[in-house]
């Protein structure tokens, strides 16, 4: 009677998993995942659009999915998924996080379902002499060839994917280099006449003297003093480097995350396809400030940003308060639906 014990639930609890835990698992998984599941619905739906061949295609749903959220260029509250891509990168990025749900969320659901079959199936009162097999052979080459199948399945998508983020498509228009401190950033343009100036957050009792009172566009803790000014559709090559510790510099909505590390300078590339306002943070521990170095980065038109540029070489805070005044009031007017 003492040996049944061992078997079955009881045996689960011996092991340190309480029964009740593995329903609190399963109920957080299946919340968890609920926004995935939607997203994977809408994937399926708009997968019967494209030809199947086309179905591995780092193009075939994105569209949808860059549609299926609101413009979104900051963090949402309550936000589970990606913000939306502003680069054609993110959104291959975005498709890889979808396409590996399809193998998690299935494999979730049949090792919850087998673990919930054998707690029941083979519980001590109902399996009192349980099986002492230890071999299988044909089980053993399932879960051998299956699992290499699925990760070969992930692995070629993936690796396309980082082979692509480390190939530029073509040379860069624009060359900025970031240098991280604790805990602010250093923006530096590689023009004719370098232009350099320093971005730290925004404090609460600068914002009526910089004009951004408005908390959804510059919201707390994201927004900067003076963001890194870019064009649209222009090819920018982000030199990125530190002067004290490790850091990080990290656009979500790019795509982008590279280390910033002292005496060593990293590379990166985007191309920003949407106007506005992009907001990310230091992405590396980096003393007790980490949390206090976001990063903000305006996209504008070609011309907004030639104007800019030029003003903002001899005075800066007159550049971006033009630059404001032009953009926000093109939100202004946009948002009334004129
Ligand atoms: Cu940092």
Redesign the pocket.
């Known amino acids: 009677m003492r040996r049944e014990k061992e078997y079955g639930l009881n045996q689960l609890e011996t092991v340190g998993i309480p029964v009740p835990a593995l329903f609190v698992i399963l109920v957080g998984t299946v919340a968890r995942n609920w926004e995935t599941m939607r997203a994977m619905r809408n994937f399926l739906a708009n997968a019967k659009v494209p030809a199947s061949a086309k179905f591995l295609s780092a193009c075939a749903a994105i569209t949808f999915f860059a549609g299926a959220s609101a413009h979104a260029d900051q963090p949402k509250n309550w936000e589970t998924t990606f913000q939306a891509p502003a680069t054609d990168m993110m959104r291959q990025i975005e498709w890889f996080g979808n396409y590996t749900m399809w193998f998690i969320v299935p494999i979730t659901i049949l090792v919850l379902l087998l673990l919930a079959y054998c707690i029941v199936r083979f519980r001590a009162s109902a399996n009192p002499v349980p099986s002492k097999t230890s071999h299988n052979t044909l089980i053993e080459v399932i879960w051998t060839v299956g699992p290499v199948v699925i990760l070969l399945c992930l692995a070629i998508p993936s690796f396309q994917l980082l082979t692509a983020q480390y190939t530029p498509p073509e040379e860069a228009k624009l060359t900025v280099k970031a240098t991280?401190n604790?805990?602010n950033w250093d923006y530096e343009y590689q023009t004719e006449n370098t232009l350099s100036f320093n971005s730290a957050i925004l404090q609460d009792g600068d914002r009526a003297g910089a004009g951004k009172e408005d908390r959804k566009v510059y919201p707390r803790l994201l927004a900067v003093d003076n963001e890194l000014v870019v064009p649209v559709n222009t090819m920018t090559r982000v030199l990125v480097t530190a002067t004290d510790v490790i850091?990080?510099f990290a656009m979500p909505s790019f795509g982008i995350k590279i280390d910033a590390i002292p005496g060593r300078t990293n590379e990166t590339w985007f191309k920003a396809e949407k106007e506005g306002i992009f907001y990310g943070q230091?992405s590396?521990l980096?003393?007790k400030d980490?949390a206090f170095?976001p990063i903000a980065i305006r996209v504008v038109s070609d011309a907004q940003f030639k104007t800019w540029l030029a003003a903002a070489k001899t005075d800066l805070p007159g550049a971006n308060k033009t630059l404001m005044a032009e953009v926000d009031g093109q939100n202004k007017v946009a948002a009334a639906g004129n």
């Open positions: 991280g604790q805990w850091h990080s230091c590396q980096c003393g980490h170095m």
